[in-house]
T-cell receptor, first 111, second 113 residues
Framework: KNEVEQSPQNLTAQEGEFITINCSYS?????LHWLQQHPGGGIVSLFM???GKKKHGRLIATINIQEKHSSLHITASHPRDSAVYIC?????????????FGKGTHLIIQP | GAGVSQSPRYKVAKRGQDVALRCDPI?????LFWYQQALGQGPEFLTY????????KSGLPSDRFFAERPEGSVSTLKIQRTQQEDSAVYLC???????????FGQGTRLTVV
């Protein structure tokens, strides 16, 4: 089973700061997902990537397949970015398993 | 519909009661997943459907848990004789096919008292 580790577990920053959240996994994957979860439980998919880098607005996600590591960056952070960010990986091969999730990074952006 | 819809949003059950949680995936999505998320933890895989076929149920914690998707669209997760340790948020996700972007519902928060 893939082990997914995220760091930091908790992060408090000031509005405008550049944020980095890290994710590492133990076994080769087919794809990695970054998800955002707000209080109340709803989860929104931010990125799905299997190589390189993706950018959407102020969010950037990168992945290094060789090092089994991914980062999520938030530029010019804003209080509305406050949420739990979860890294999840999908298995390689033909397996039908669902995603394996990290425990999440609880981000608070203070005004 | 526009997104994955789950109902009810909140459910309080007395210990020993049976509950049924519903998931309406995005229309046309072949893959459907159920996850259980305990407080302060990341979600854990429960089961996976491809259309109406339940291809993996290895994550179901006990035989009190049962899931179905009889017509390949709406899915129901049933928990029999609920126990306090079943208290969690139950998340449903669907994707167009396996290993494509997953879309999540809001979840059902189950509290067993």
């Amino acid at each position: 089973k893939n082990e997914v580790e995220q760091s930091p577990q908790n992060l408090t920053a000031q509005e405008g700061e550049f944020i980095t959240i890290n994710c590492s996994y133990s076994v080769g994957i087919s794809a990695l997902h970054w998800l955002q979860q707000h209080p109340g439980g709803g989860i929104v998919s931010l990125f799905m990537l299997s190589s390189g880098k993706k950018k959407h607005g102020r969010l950037i996600a990168t992945i290094n397949i060789q090092e089994k590591h991914s980062s999520l960056h938030i530029t010019a952070s804003h209080p509305r970015d406050s949420a739990v960010y979860i890294c999840a990986v999908g298995p390689r091969g033909g397996g039908a398993d669902g995603l394996t999730f990290g425990k999440g990074t609880h981000l608070i952006i203070q005004p | 519909g526009a997104g994955v819809s789950q109902s009810p949003r909140y459910k309080v059950a007395k210990r020993g009661q049976d509950v049924a949680l519903r998931c309406d995936p995005i229309s046309g999505h072949v893959s459907l997943f159920w996850y259980q998320q305990a407080l302060g933890q990341g979600p854990e895989f429960l089961t996976y459907f491809q259309n109406e076929a339940q291809l993996d149920k290895s994550g179901l914690p006990s035989d009190r848990f049962f899931a179905e998707r009889p017509e390949g669209s709406v899915s129901t997760l049933k928990i029999q004789r609920t126990q306090q340790e079943d208290s969690a948020v139950y998340l449903c996700a669907s994707s167009l096919r396996w290993n494509t972007e997953a879309f999540f519902g809001q979840g059902t928060r189950l509290t067993v008292v």
